[in-house]
Structures are given as structure tokens and as C-alpha cells.
């Protein structure tokens, strides 16, 4: 038995992972935890991965593939839930630090309730990189423990532990305190009472502040018995060429610390482009001019808190906390990572103090519940029945913790649209007020766009209907055609795309909405799977793109990489996400939601969906055609369905035998 020791301390220590493995940035290993046996275990983390699917987000849905049994229920033992880092969480590389949850999502997404394949994507201060020091990449959770309890992971010591004093008790707050108190350098994943009580889109938080899951990943750790993973990991991160490495970092951080707005967004964080989105996402009800003078920007620089969070090594800071200074609900504070949710609640919900949209935002932050959700489906509803249900605070808050204990109406409420749509003999998308649905979700943009700009686009086609299908300068609006081409021209395209995307397109525009969503969809899939935040997309076409990823994974790793190849292998992996989706009955054309071709009305007056450069309103068939384009410049079928030349170019052929 002595003699084996020495074999086992190299089995365990990183040199042993580093001779398998041979390549840096990547921890090694998956760890897998199945809670109902107790089971726990660690496997290599296959070199084919590496190269066919990055990491995170792709390697994530590999393993979603090969584990889950299709089919599953969501609240089932056997559904997955997948925790994923990428190559670069951790290291230097501002911001850096995502973490991607996979699972079967419990939202209904259809009335015949059928159910779509969940990424969620947060940043994380501490999480995913400590999870990586500990020595594991992905995290696999099955099962459902018998009793609560959380996991414990800090580097080879696991441990499934009883939270029986956590659950039914602390909120995600102070579940987060508890073990920041007894570690302060952990990182923290944990879910509210929305989580226990299997709200539909209740969420889990990473570190104080960073949402993982509208689409209810808290719930699945809820129906698992599973109230939180702390992770702590003292193996380092090692990158293959550090002095590289360094420089690549140290002139993006130049770049950055020398761009005009940097200031102004540390101040305000995404508050500071009012100007730029608030007009995209005015909701009416109050004339703008008095929405912004209400709850616009100088409001919430009253309503902030003195700090802001940040991610890994974040420059610009973007989690704000705001508080209420004074009044009735006095002391109050809660993080939003965006500053239109709380005016954009306030403004459908007809509350015109700041004081009563943060109250509600820290109560469903501490529940672990979408208050975006929240905000709309009280709207629905207050609206529709306002004789049973006032338009007040106090009947808000009253409903609120209804769904949240899921109570009387809030059992209802906390199955979400379609349940409420059933319970109102009502359809969702004939609410001409309300958000709009896509896939049983309402969308944090407004869903009654008036921009189809590429962003919103991926509504319609991404089976995840959110705004994380892509993010980049294209979000700001009404950038030139130059400007576009600039930012693009960094994507490794080939010369026959970029021309496909940027022909004049009758039907749209200056440019053609489908084939550039596609693209840009493929590039927001490789940010996911290294691990690098989109926000920074937005401060110039030149600031963060495929090149420059290229050349940090290379120097991270020492896998030498062009730009066109990380970029297919995005889409490789949104192809292998499309597969997941059709495994679950998903096998229809995208449905284009009938609430974007109804004028939204606003005291301000009647507007139409345009295009992106606003010169030209949109119809259905337009769009129709827009997502022809779509399909074929990803080489689906009709129905969006891959083809089987498709999936032999992209080596995913075999995954269906
Ligand atoms: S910009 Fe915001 S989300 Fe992105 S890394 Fe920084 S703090 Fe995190």
C-alpha cells in the first residue's frame, strides 16, 4: 500500500494532468457528482474536445450529447446540469472569467409544452476561475440528493454537505455570506426559494451577481435538492507562452484604458448608453421625455451604490448596486448588472418611483427569480384583471411572493406564459402591451422591436430565445455600413460571405440581416466557449474579435489557431446545439412572433419594425425571407432542420449513428 502512494500524488497533482493532456489554459479534467448515489469521479478531458469544441459553451453541449437521455424531464433526476469554463477563465485577460450552465430548460416553450436545451452564460468574480484552480473544466451534476444539501469543491477534496440550515431559510444573499464569511476568496453558486420551489425561471447567482439562467437553471438545482456549489482551488492556471500572453493582454488593456467612454461606463456601467438603447427599448405609457427625466440616467446615479462589481479582471466594472437612500424601504440594496431593467419595470408597471422598482428587483434577486419575468407577467395580469388585481406596489409585492412561495395565483404565475395564458383563456401574443413571447419566454430586449438589427434577429433563430445569442457593435444602433464591415472584416470571413452579408438586399436593407446574423452568432458561440465578455464588443470595431481571440488561445494553450478555424468551430458547435434541440422535437420553422409586425403604440406615436438603419419598414414576408437566407447561409433545410452535407462539412455526421 506505502509503495502506491507516490503513484496516487502523481495521479493527483497537475503534473500528472499536463503529461496527459499536453496542452495550458485547460485545468484537465471533468468532475462528475451524482447526487442521489453519492458517486463521485473524475475523468481526463478528452483531447478531440479540445480541438472540435473549445470549451465552455462548446464542450458543454459535447458532454449535454453524450450524457443526457433525450427526452428527459427537466425536474427529473437524470437531467444534466453542466457547469463549463473555457480556456482563458481565470487567466489575466480582463474579464475573463464566464461560466455556462447547460441543461434541459423547465420553461414551457410551446402551449404543447416542449421544452428547449438551455446555455446560460454569466460572468463570475471568482467561480469559474476557482473552479479551474481546483483542477476541473466542467462540472457534470446529475441525480437528486434526498435531503438538501450544497457541493463543496476545493481541489481534490469533494464533498456532496447537508444544507438543511440554508434551505427554506437564507435568501441567495446570505447564502452567498454564509460562505463568503467562512472563505472569502470562494466562489459561489446559489439559488433563492424561487430555486426550491421549482419557479420556472428562477435563476441561480454566481458571486453576488452574475444571473445565471432566466430560463430556470436555479429551478433544476432546486428539483435536485442542490441550494448552492462553492469552489475554491489553489493548482494556479498556467498559459503556454506567458510573455505573450502578457503583451496580448497588457495592449488590450491599453486599447481600453485609452477608449473616450471607459470613464463614464466605470461610472454608470451600462447606464452610460442611455441615449444609444433606450429609445430601442421605450415600452410607451409615459411620453420618453418624461420617462428619461423620471428614471433615466441622472435618477440612478442618485439611486447607486458607492462600488461597482466586476468579473475576473474586469476594466469597465458593469455590476451595479443600487440602493435606496431614503423612505420606506431605506437601506435596500440589490445588483443589476443593466440599469433598464428597474426603469423599464417602473415603466410597464406605471411606478414612478425609482424606490418601488428596486424593492422589487431585491426581492426577486433574493428569491432567485427573473424580475424581468416577474415584471411582465404581473403586467399581464394586473392588466387583464384589474379589477381582481390593482396596478399598485403593494399588490405587486403581494403577487410576487405569491409565485414565490407559489401560492393561490403565484402557482399559476410561477409556471409562467402559458400557464397564465391557459389560466386567462388569453394568448401571449396578442397582449399589445407586453413583451411577446419566443419559446415561452419573454425577451429582456423589447420583444415589439422596431429595429430587426442582427441581435433581434437571433430571437428568431436562436433555440435560446435571449439577447446572448449575439452581442456586438451591431447592438449599438445605426452604425454605418463601413462601420459594420469594419467590425466584420475581423471574423475571419471568407471574401464570398462578406460579400453575401453586405449586398443590398431589397427586401431589408443595406445589408442582409439573415446571412450576417449567422455569422455573428458563430462569433458570439467562441466567446462563449473561451470564456471572454461581449461587453467589450461594444466600445469599437476593432477592440475584440476572432483575430484577436486567435492569438490569445493560442498563447494560452500553445494550439496554434486562425481566426476562419475558431470561427467555424462555432459553427460547429451551434450546429451541434440546433441537434441537441431537434432531439427534443424541435423540428419546425422558426416561428416569427406576431407581436413584432404590431405597431407599438407609445404616447410619443405609432411605430413599425424597420430595419436596421431604420429606412425601411418590414413585413412578414420580408422576414420570411430574411430567415431563407438565414437557413441557407447555415446550410439547413427550410424547416431549419441541418443538412446532411452540413453535418459531414462540420464532422458532427457521426454524433447521429
Ligand atoms: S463588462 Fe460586466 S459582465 Fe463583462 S466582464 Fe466586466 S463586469 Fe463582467
Not at 42 to 57: C, R, S, V
Not at 206 to 216: A, M, R
Request: glycine content about 8%; charged content about 20%.
Amino acid at each position: 500500500m506505502l509503495a502506491l502512494f507516490p503513484i496516487l500524488r502523481l495521479w493527483r497533482s497537475r503534473i500528472y494532468w499536463r503529461v496527459y493532456l499536453s496542452y495550458f489554459g485547460y485545468a484537465g479534467r471533468i468532475l462528475f457528482v451524482d447526487l442521489s448515489t453519492q458517486q463521485i469521479r473524475t475523468a481526463p478531458l478528452p483531447e478531440f474536445f479540445i480541438h472540435d469544441f473549445l470549451g465552455g459553451y462548446g464542450i458543454n453541449n459535447r458532454l449535454f450529447w453524450e450524457y443526457q437521455p433525450p427526452n428527459t424531464d427537466p425536474f427529473s433526476p437524470q437531467n444534466h446540469l453542466i457547469l463549463g469554463t473555457g480556456p482563458l477563465v481565470g487567466t489575466l485577460f480582463p474579464g475573463a472569467g464566464k461560466v455556462i450552465a447547460t441543461t434541459k430548460s423547465p420553461i414551457l416553450a410551446t402551449p404543447a409544452k416542449l421544452h428547449f436545451i438551455d446555455n446560460s452564460v454569466a460572468g463570475s468574480r471568482r467561480f469559474g476561475p476557482m473552479l479551474k484552480q481546483a483542477g476541473y473544466d466542467h462540472l457534470v451534476i446529475t441525480g437528486k440528493a434526498e435531503s438538501p444539501v450544497y457541493l463543496h469543491i476545493q481541489d481534490e477534496e469533494i464533498q456532496i454537505c447537508p444544507a438543511k440550515d440554508l434551505w427554506g431559510d437564507k435568501d441567495i444573499y446570505e447564502t452567498t455570506d454564509y460562505f463568503i464569511q467562512r472563505n472569502p476568496l470562494a466562489g459561489v453558486v446559489s439559488i433563492g426559494k424561487g430555486g426550491e420551489k421549482l419557479v420556472r425561471y428562477a435563476l441561480a447567482l454566481v458571486d453576488y451577481s452574475g444571473h445565471l439562467g432566466k430560463f430556470g437553471i436555479g429551478a433544476v438545482m432546486g428539483s435536485k435538492n442542490l441550494k448552492a456549489i462553492v469552489t475554491y482551488g489553489t493548482q494556479g492556471i498556467s498559459v503556454a507562452d506567458p510573455s505573450r500572453y502578457l503583451k496580448l493582454t497588457r495592449d488590450f488593456r491599453e486599447i481600453i484604458a485609452n477608449v473616450p467612454m471607459l470613464k463614464n461606463f466605470q461610472d454608470m456601467g451600462i447606464t452610460s448608453g442611455w441615449d444609444l438603447q433606450g429609445p430601442l427599448v421605450y415600452e410607451g405609457s409615459m411620453p420618453y421625455r418624461t420617462w428619461k427625466k423620471k428614471l433615466g440616467p441622472k435618477t440612478w446615479k442618485t439611486h447607486k451604490f458607492q462600488h461597482n462589481l466586476a468579473c475576473n479582471g474586469c476594466m469597465l466594472a458593469c455590476r451595479t448596486d443600487y440602493y435606496i437612500p431614503e423612505g420606506r424601504f431605506k437601506g435596500v440594496t440589490s445588483f443589476t448588472g443593466h440599469h433598464f431593467l428597474p426603469a423599464r419595470i417602473a415603466l410597464r408597471l406605471d411606478l414612478e418611483d425609482p424606490a418601488s422598482a428596486i424593492k422589487l428587483l431585491d426581492e426577486c434577486n433574493r428569491a432567485g427569480i427573473c424580475y424581468f419575468t416577474v415584471g411582465g407577467l404581473l403586467n399581464w395580469l394586473t392588466r387583464t384583471l384589474p379589477e381582481i388585481y390593482s396596478r399598485d406596489l403593494p399588490s405587486y409585492l403581494s403577487l410576487t411572493r405569491q409565485i414565490i412561495s407559489r401560492d393561490g395565483i403565484g402557482d399559476t404565475l410561477a409556471d409562467g406564459w402559458y400557464a397564465l395564458s391557459e389560466k386567462l383563456e388569453l394568448a401571449p401574443d396578442e397582449f399589445s402591451v407586453g413583451t411577446g413571447l419566443f419559446k415561452g419566454a419573454d425577451s429582456i430586449q423589447d420583444a415589439r422591436t422596431t429595429t430587426l438589427d442582427p441581435q433581434r434577429f437571433t430571437y428568431l433563430t436562436n433555440p435560446r430565445p435571449h439577447h446572448g445569442g449575439t452581442q456586438s457593435i451591431y447592438t449599438l444602433p445605426k452604425m454605418t455600413v463601413k462601420a459594420l464591415q469594419d467590425d466584420a472584416s475581423h471574423w475571419g470571413l471568407s471574401s464570398e460571405e462578406f460579400s453575401r452579408i453586405f449586398t443590398p438586399t431589397p427586401y431589408y436593407g443595406q445589408f442582409n440581416v439573415g446571412r450576417y446574423a449567422k455569422h455573428a452568432e458563430d462569433c458570439m458561440v467562441v466567446h462563449n466557449c473561451l470564456g471572454t465578455c461581449i461587453v467589450y464588443t461594444l466600445f469599437g470595431t476593432n477592440i475584440i474579435h476572432m483575430e484577436r481571440l486567435a492569438e490569445l488561445y493560442s498563447a494560452a494553450t500553445g494550439i496554434s489557431i486562425a481566426p476562419a478555424t475558431l470561427k467555424r468551430i462555432g459553427d460547429r458547435i451551434f450546429t451541434l446545439y440546433k441537434l441537441l434541440n431537434k432531439r427534443e422535437g424541435w423540428n419546425s420553422r422558426d416561428r416569427i412572433s406576431r407581436i413584432w409586425l404590431t405597431p407599438r403604440e407609445t404616447p410619443d406615436g405609432s411605430k413599425l419594425l424597420m430595419d436596421y438603419h431604420q429606412e425601411h419598414p418590414l413585413t412578414e414576408h420580408d422576414i420570411e425571407q430574411l430567415l431563407d437566407d438565414y437557413y441557407n447561409e447555415r446550410g439547413y433545410d427550410r424547416n431549419g432542420i441541418p443538412l446532411k452535407s452540413k453535418l459531414q462539412d462540420l464532422g458532427l455526421l457521426d454524433l447521429l449513428k
